[in-house]
């Protein structure tokens, strides 16, 4: 069985970049000015998921003000999770529903040393199983804590604004038009989304993404 091709580092990123250069001509005009894209790798495990939860559906900053009174309370760790009241997790700033996910993997005690193996499809379906994650949530995680090089995650707003504003279109790309633009980016389609927020970043003045 050949391993994985992973995204791991900065020459990996190179390489995808180079191969969108070639695959359309937008990246090559674009990616130059954007200077090298951020690698965005973080360790797997439950603090993967558990921040990526954190920050669903609020702003980048709340995500990590939340997030740095859930390590000053020493909630980032399973077992301190899953030792807590809820009360004590809505203390650090989680909503009700966000500390009873939290909460809920931390007791599953999911494998997450077999999801490194786990072909994307299948990997995706395991992580969606677990509270509170959709795909949004579990693409992220592929993407950025196992390395997956051809996730793109494709319901995330930034990605398809960029989109709508690198490719010219009247409107913002839905998720599934976003997929399909994103056909000939392939096998590279998580190389092509650090591009899409790293272009965001620039036109907007913001990050889209954490």
């Known amino acids: 069985m050949s391993r994985m091709r992973l995204i791991e580092t900065q020459d990996d990123l190179a390489e995808g970049a180079a191969y969108l250069a070639g695959a359309c001509p937008v990246w090559a005009k674009v990616l130059p000015t954007l200077g090298p894209l951020p690698l965005r790798r973080r360790s797997d495990g439950f603090e993967a998921i558990a921040s990526a939860i954190v920050g669903q559906q609020i702003s ?10 859930l390590e000053d309370a020493g909630l980032t760790d399973p077992v301190a999770v899953a030792a807590a009241t809820e009360e004590e997790l809505r203390a650090a700033g989680l909503s009700r529903p966000k500390a009873r996910y939290l909460s809920a993997i931390a007791n599953a005690q999911p494998d997450w040393i077999a999801l490194r193996d786990l072909p994307d499809d299948a990997a995706l379906q395991q992580l969606v199983a677990l ?24 319901g995330d707003l930034a990605l398809q604004e960029a989109a709508r504003m690198m490719y010219g279109l009247d409107a913002r790309p839905t998720p599934a038009k976003l997929r399909e633009m994103a056909r000939p980016w392939a096998p590279w389609r998580a190389v092509a989304a650090r591009g899409l927020w ?7 003045g913001r990050e889209g993404i954490q």
């Open 131 to 154: 509270p509170g994650i959709g795909i949004w949530t579990a693409e992220i995680y592929l993407k950025f804590a196992l390395g997956r090089r051809d996730v793109l995650a494709a």
């Open 60 to 69: 980048i900053a709340a995500a990590a003000a939340i997030w740095k009174r």
């Open 198 to 204: 790293a272009y965001y970043r620039q036109a907007k």
